[in-house]
């Protein structure tokens, strides 16, 4: 396992190989300029001095057979510092004439994984290049890289201790009584902008916020049940997963609320493709529906029952539609003449979509769809009885129509016993079987086109 191959130096081959792997272990830090070979070697000063405590690191590997060093300085491993030797090199370095002449900052990557190794009672390990930032070219952890420029050189979090996964929220957009889709859009933006618990957002140097990666943020769903959705652009190591959640919850549900708006919304942190796992996944609502059907210039009340729930809706002669669940009035508006209408409400964890539009404004018919999550669970048709009878029946009602106008008409000329009998009769007939002017609420099939909504 740790033989290697032909000629390869040690310190370019196992030895290099050793170093990434413990940058996936430990925090790592990085140095510009300095190093620990060109202070041991090529300072007359403290050679003397520093020699003596650093170990070949080969020597750690005493079955493992290797060809020297390599002579270069690149992608290679360096010097060795055993852990009892670590204060040692820390208090030889930390002298002042020798930090000035040595140019060294108390922020530098060799005097911070000195001070690290020291605390947690570690031996040191010197590498080159097992990092490019500056192109991107990372041999081991990024997570664990410590360096001033990130802002996190105190931070002993590694990636073993974290959850690798993506963050994703989704909110679904409030009633369109509440808030239009743009406001809401803005609503969410500026909260992104400016909630630090959050990985960046925009064009926000990622090392500003607590969380690591970039956010993205889209409007799905847009035409049927709208979701705005905040991911991050791939999967990220998330520090304590269930106090960020919390903080984020707390967050967007203050955020929104000073809006005044309800906090509904969901939180995810599986690796998945589109939407959180709640979202994505429904049990199909069993729809019951129920109307009186009523001559139309009158109120109209129908009622739908599916997952323990009643939801009553009134449409009045002005045009003013209430919605109301198990009682408890939910929305309200006033019938647009082309514009869908979504109410949109949360029960028992689930998210609830009921979407009303004028599809026929002449007839009056209006499009009723019900959504749970994204998924749609029923298409409902308010129609006049004229569309739901047969055309023979529609032309058989007619006819009695135009009949009962003539007797109508007979009863002013001819005032006679028969003739208003007769009307009566019709008038009669009429009112209990002719439902060609009453509202009816009739489910249709679900179709593709239906589906893809």
């Avoid at 963050?167 to 909630?195: H, K, N």
């Avoid at 970039?214 to 999967?235: A, G, I, K, Y």
């Avoid at 990220?236 to 955020?255: A, V």
């Avoid at 009962?404 to 209990?432: D, E, H």
Wanted: aromatic share 12%.
């Amino acid at each position: 396992m740790f033989a290697l191959e032909g000629e390869e130096p040690f310190d370019a081959g196992l030895g290099f190989a050793a170093c990434r792997i413990l940058g996936f272990l430990h925090p790592y830090f990085f140095d510009r300029g300095q190093s620990l070979l060109n202070i041991a070697f090529d300072e007359p000063l403290l050679k003397d001095q520093l020699i003596k405590h650093f170990v070949p690191f080969e020597n750690l590997f005493p079955h493992a057979s290797h060809s020297g060093d390599s002579g270069a300085l690149n992608y290679r491993s360096g010097l060795y510092i055993p852990e009892e030797n670590v204060q040692c090199v820390l208090q030889a370095l930390s002298e002042k004439t020798v930090f000035e002449s040595l140019f060294l900052s108390e922020d530098s990557g060799l005097m911070l994984a000195l001070r690290y190794a020291e605390k947690h009672q570690t031996g040191l390990l010197e590498a080159f290049d097992i990092c490019e930032p500056m192109i991107g070219n990372y041999l081991s952890s990024q997570f664990n890289l410590r360096a001033s420029f990130l802002n996190n050189v105190h931070d002993e979090l590694v990636e073993a201790d974290c959850e690798c996964s993506r963050l994703t929220i989704g909110i679904p957009v409030p009633s369109s009584s509440e808030i239009d889709m743009d406001a809401f859009g803005r609503v969410i933006y500026e909260w992104l902008q400016q909630e630090d618990q959050l990985p960046a957002f925009g064009d926000m140097p990622s090392d500003q916020r607590a969380q690591p990666g970039t956010l993205e943020m889209t409007l799905m769903f847009s035409d049927s049940t709208p979701l705005v959705v905040v991911r991050t652009t791939e999967n990220i190591f998330l520090r304590d997963r269930d106090g960020l959640i919390e903080n984020i919850r707390i967050s967007l549900s203050n955020e929104l609320e000073n809006h005044g708006l309800k906090s509904n919304f969901f939180i995810s942190t599986e690796d998945e493709s589109e939407v959180p796992a709640d979202i994505a996944s429904t049990k199909p609502c069993q729809m019951q529906s129920s109307i009186t059907p009523r001559f139309i210039v009158n109120n109209h009340t129908w009622t739908f029952r599916f997952d323990g729930m009643s939801v009553e809706m009134a449409l009045s002669l002005k045009s003013e539609m209430t919605v109301l669940m198990n009682g408890k009035p939910i929305d309200r508006y006033k019938l647009s003449r082309s514009d869908t209408h979504r109410t949109v409400f949360f029960s028992n964890g689930n998210w609830y979509t009921i979407s009303v539009v004028n599809e026929n404004i002449f007839s009056g018919t209006l499009g009723i769809k019900i959504h749970k999550g994204i998924f749609l669970q029923a298409y409902f048709q308010l129609l006049q009885g004229s569309n739901c009878y047969t055309k023979s029946a529609n032309l058989t009602f007619l006819s009695f129509e135009v009949l009962t106008l003539f007797f109508g008409l007979m009863v002013f000329m001819m005032p006679k016993a028969v003739v208003i009998s007769l009307l009566l009769m019709l008038l009669g007939g009429m009112y209990k079987y002719n439902k060609r002017y009453h509202y009816f609420l009739r489910q249709m099939p679900l179709d593709d086109e239906h589906l893809n909504d």
